[in-house]
């Protein structure tokens, strides 16, 4: 079956613009999280979803991000306002329950 | 807080034998994971340990001891195709992972 998906695969924007991520996770799986990693660094965990409870977004680094997910499907990570910090890869990925996470490709991000 | 310390990187030939050290200091603990991540690519699950003791799987061994806040994994038999980084993540509980800042292993020939 299809992997964890994530458009678009790199954006550069000019700092100030708003800039929309997606995540097409594994069918069936309940759980989804959003990383950030900037260069040379570790996953910073930025969110997660679980089903149809509250997300938990004590990750989120300011205002400036959100996250959405419409039930056990399609998320999107918003960032407004971008800033030359916010350049990193945005990964995403999913599981079924507390196992394995399977991460997509990630979304490069530059902010000029 | 949460801690997670590896070593920033560690150089190996082909055909030798590797560990790879992970301590860990988390507010909750519910299993460890390892990751392989090759540069521009996404990390992919290698292992898993949520008990003591040492769990084999081909050429990857991984090692937990969770009173000591310790685990390594174990790499055998080296290829260049390994040379990649390995990042040590702890389940802190409600499914959320904390990771290292990973360790980038130089496999030469």
């Known amino acids: 079956g299809a992997g964890v998906s994530q458009s678009p695969s790199n954006k550069v924007t000019e700092k100030g613009k708003d800039v929309e991520l997606r995540c097409d996770p594994i069918?069936?799986?309940?759980?989804l999280y959003w990383y950030r990693q900037r260069l040379g660094q570790g996953l910073e965990f930025l969110i997660y979803?679980?089903?149809?409870?509250?997300?938990?977004k004590s990750g989120l680094p300011s205002d400036r991000f959100s996250a959405e997910r419409t039930g056990e499907s399609v998320s999107t990570l918003t960032i407004q306002r971008t800033q030359q910090e916010d350049s990193a890869v945005y990964l995403c990925?999913?599981?079924?329950?507390?196992?394995?996470?399977?991460f997509g490709p990630g979304t490069r991000l530059t902010v000029t | 807080g949460q801690n997670i310390d590896q070593p920033t990187e560690m150089t190996a030939t082909e055909g030798a034998i590797v560990q790879i050290n992970c301590t860990y200091q988390?507010?909750?603990?519910?299993?460890l994971f390892w990751y392989q991540q090759h540069a521009g690519e996404a990390p992919t699950f290698l292992s898993y340990?949520?008990?003591?003791g040492l769990e084999e799987k081909g050429r990857f061994s991984s090692f937990l001891s969770r009173s000591k806040g310790y685990s390594y994994l174990l790499l055998k038999e080296l290829q260049m195709k390994d040379s990649a980084s390995y990042l040590c993540?702890?389940?802190?509980?409600?499914?959320?992972?904390?990771f290292g800042t990973g360790t980038r292993l130089l496999v030469s020939p």
């Open positions: 990925a999913s599981s079924r329950t507390w196992d394995e996470q399977y």
């Open positions: 069918s069936g799986h309940t759980a």
């Open positions: 979803f679980q089903g149809n409870s509250a997300p938990d």
């Open positions: 988390t507010s909750g603990f519910n299993g």
């Open positions: 340990n949520v008990l003591d």
């Open positions: 993540a702890v389940n802190t509980g409600f499914q959320k992972l904390v």
